[in-house]
């Protein structure tokens, strides 16, 4: 419309500042006269705009604006209202000043949507997790990425196996079974085996291309895991094989050889994780009691 003309025009002059704030003070008085569809399309189109002039301080603001209004108006989470947003992310995704902002209030739009549905424990949209998670991964910030891609959908766990394995390959780590335990031991401790399996698979598969000199198959037996390796010089990626055997072993039940093996391998490889013991230990009490039975008493301190 002319409006938006305007702002165009403001644009191409440089008028950064000037558009940035006619975008605001429209979408603004939009919200007041209760026309919230037309002051998200506002949002979202100035958004775009600025984009194409890397104004991405503007650019966050606005679109952090649009998903207030969708938190503020009870709105659902909807193909439409998230393509939105995932139209901006994969823009804004350099700009690491501003990206955090900008994913946090769309997750804390999700979360606030689900418990208007009825669901108590909401950790967002797991569709939006998983695309923040490939963009972060893209954009080679595996923490954060990670964070998104250990509740996201099925997907997730493969695209956190095959990340990780590069992650470890980019860092002085002695062992890359560390970062196979990152995804798969998180994985377990929230009780989706399936999901610790594929990030396994995924990160073993680029282990064995990698390291074919030290990667050797020792066992034909069918497992859900898939081939069991040893692997020279890195004991932890072992260690995941290990416990992911036991686990698919298990029968819940404590007094079980399933859970006499976990025991075993909690005393043998948790002292290898080195200054990340504790963190370890504390995820393998969690695999127990989910997956064997076995209830750790915590000491009173």
């Not at 002039?53 to 966050?60: C, I, M, N, P, R």
């Not at 963009?135 to 990425?145: E, K, V």
């Not at 990780?164 to 860092?171: D, I, N, P, Q, V």
């Not at 497992?223 to 692997?231: L, N, Q």
Request: aromatic share 10%; net charge neutral.
């Amino acid at each position: 419309d002319r409006f938006m003309k305007n702002v165009r025009q403001s644009l191409k002059e440089a008028n950064y500042y000037e558009g940035h704030q006619e975008l605001r003070a429209i979408a603004s008085r939009l919200v007041k006269q209760k026309k919230h569809e037309r002051a998200i399309q506002l949002l979202y189109l100035g958004a775009l705009e600025l984009c194409q002039y890397h104004q991405w301080g503007s650019v966050a603001d606005l679109t952090t604006y649009m998903i207030n209004i969708y938190i503020d108006e009870k709105m659902p989470v909807t193909v439409e209202s998230k393509e939105r947003v995932y139209d901006i992310f994969e823009k804004l995704a350099t700009a690491t000043e501003y990206y955090p902002r900008v994913y946090e209030t769309a997750i804390q739009w999700s979360i606030a949507a689900d418990r208007q549905a009825g669901v108590a424990e909401s950790v967002g949209d797991t569709q939006m997790h998983h695309f923040l998670g490939c963009i972060l991964r893209g954009n080679a910030r595996y923490t954060d990425a990670e964070q998104h891609l250990l509740v996201g959908t099925p997907e997730s766990p493969a695209v956190l196996g095959n990340m990780l394995f590069e992650w470890a390959s980019r860092t002085s780590c002695a062992d890359y079974g560390l970062f196979a335990a990152r995804g798969v031991l998180r994985y377990l401790a929230i009780g989706w085996y399936e999901a610790a399996v594929s990030c396994w698979k995924a990160f073993a598969g680029r282990l064995a291309q990698a390291l074919p000199d030290r990667v050797q198959e020792r066992s034909e037996a069918v497992t859900k895991i898939g081939p069991v390796y040893h692997v020279q010089g890195h004991e932890l990626a072992n260690f995941v094989q290990l416990l992911l055997l036991a686990v698919e072993r298990s029968d819940g039940k404590p007094s079980s050889q399933a859970a006499r093996v976990l025991a075993e391998l909690r005393q043998q490889y948790v002292p290898l994780f080195g200054e990340n013991a504790q963190t370890a230990s504390e995820l393998i009490d969690a695999v127990a009691a989910k997956f064997f039975g076995v209830v750790v008493q915590k000491q009173q301190s």
